[in-house]
């Protein structure tokens, strides 16, 4: 049974850096796309990053584009979200999710169902 664990939220100030972490366990990691969603009070699910497991393809959300970078280190089999220059309007659970198969495509990947597999969140305040 796949699982993902993330780590490194917090409470950071404006302009502040923080770096994501999630940890990939009990399944093929090279068989996965992995995404990085947020979720704030009240609103829905949205799409930060993307990347394939080989890191040949990685794509962002118009929000956060030139501000964060997604990467992975397949021999720790983690997924990392680096963030700068944060903004108050970052502050958001962030979720890790995993999406078996190797179609990039994007109105696939940047969709919350598609993903099989959902780390349980990690809180990220950002104030003013």
């Known amino acids: 049974q796949v699982q993902l664990v993330e780590s490194g939220g917090g409470l950071v100030q404006a302009g502040d850096s923080l770096r994501l972490s999630c940890t990939f366990s009990?399944?093929?990691?090279?068989?996965?796309?992995f995404g990085w969603f947020r979720q704030a009070p009240g609103k829905e699910r949205e799409f930060v990053a993307g990347?394939?497991?080989?890191?040949?393809?990685?794509n962002y959300g118009d929000s956060v584009k030139d501000r964060f970078t997604i990467s992975r280190d397949k021999a720790r089999k983690t997924v990392n979200l680096q963030m700068l220059s944060l903004k108050p309007e970052d502050t958001a659970v962030y979720y890790c999710?995993?999406?078996?198969?190797?179609?990039?495509?994007?109105?696939?990947?940047?969709?919350?169902?598609?993903?099989?597999?959902w780390g349980q969140g990690t809180q990220v305040t950002v104030s003013s």
């Open positions: 990347i394939r497991w080989d890191g040949r393809n990685t």
């Open positions: 009990g399944g093929f990691f090279s068989n996965y796309i």
């Open positions: 999710g995993g999406m078996a198969g190797f179609t990039w495509v994007r109105t696939v990947y940047t969709l919350p169902n598609s993903y099989d597999s």
